[in-house]
């Protein structure tokens, strides 16, 4: 075999398979968590947008679900930071206490947009009937610990004088501010399901989080300039030079491979 030959089949055998994935710029392989918080940092012809609830409960409805992407994408996506809401459900947060857990999965997922620690994560444990809204530093003067803790009441229990329910702590301090709630099972089941309490949770957040943060002035000058005809025209013209010059780059190692393979099957006759 000529060193032509072993060149190629070195390239065929490792270089190819890993030309392919930095092209198509897609996992091999799928989180168990499917889509929840997996943003892609840049346009692909497999992007998606990511889902901002994680129902390992599976107690809130597709309704639920859409309407908190719906929030993100097109409310909170246009105020300054673009600040993030998520709901995590769990039966029974894996045997930790609520706060732990809540913590946990705050590490783990860095809600917000980096050093702004914008980020907003409410967490229902079913079998113990809590919920808890835990948010990152840059939301705690907007969402202070004792405010958290009456929007839960309000979203989740009957409007009564006499509630049956223990008002959970609230804290502030080390990076944000938390508040938990523990529900009586009854007046939850009777009152609100899980998906209609964490709706309203969520729309009482942010409507707090609408008064607090400005518009995003980009978002403003997109909104404007999105009615003006030669600015649709522009924007049509710049997406599709894009598209056409992604194709170009991408075709280009794809003849080269293909040469690559023409030259190792004329070598090998």
């Known amino acids: 075999m000529s060193i032509k030959q072993k060149f190629s089949l070195i390239f065929l055998t490792i270089f190819a398979p890993l030309l392919c994935l ?33 129902d390992q409960a599976s107690i809130i409805n597709d309704s639920t679900q859409d309407y908190v992407n719906d929030i993100n994408n097109n409310i909170l996506d246009k105020l300054k930071g673009k ?30 947009k980096g050093k702004l620690d914008n980020g907003v994560l409410i967490v229902i444990n079913k079998e ?4 808890r809204v835990q948010t990152g530093y840059g939301m705690e003067s907007i969402l202070p610990d004792i405010y958290l803790n009456k929007l839960i009441v309000k979203a989740f229990t009957k409007q009564t004088k006499s509630r049956t329910i223990t008002k959970g702590n609230g804290q502030s301090g080390g990076g944000g ?10 007046e939850l089941v009777h009152h609100k399901t899980y998906s209609q309490g964490t709706e309203e949770l969520v ?30 025209v522009a924007e049509l013209m710049q997406s599709t030079m894009e598209l056409i010059t992604g194709f170009a780059l991408g075709a280009i190692p794809f003849i080269f491979l293909l040469r690559i393979m023409l030259d190792f099957i004329k070598g090998k006759n």
């Open 203 to 232: 729309k009482l957040i942010t409507q707090r989080i609408k008064d607090k943060v400005p518009m995003d002035s980009r978002a403003n000058t997109k909104n404007t300039t999105s009615d003006d005809p030669y600015a649709i």
């Open 83 to 112: 600040p993030v809401i998520a709901v995590i459900t769990s039966k029974d947060c894996q045997g930790e206490d609520i706060a732990d857990y809540s913590q946990k999965m705050f590490d783990k997922y860095h809600f917000g």
């Open 128 to 131: 113990d009937y809590q919920v």
């Open 177 to 186: 501010a938390s508040a938990t709630v523990n529900v009586a099972g009854e």
């Open 22 to 54: 930095i092209i198509f710029n897609k996992p091999c392989f799928a989180d168990n968590e499917d889509s929840f918080l997996q943003f892609d940092e840049q346009d692909s012809l497999f992007s998606s947008d990511p889902s901002y609830v994680l």
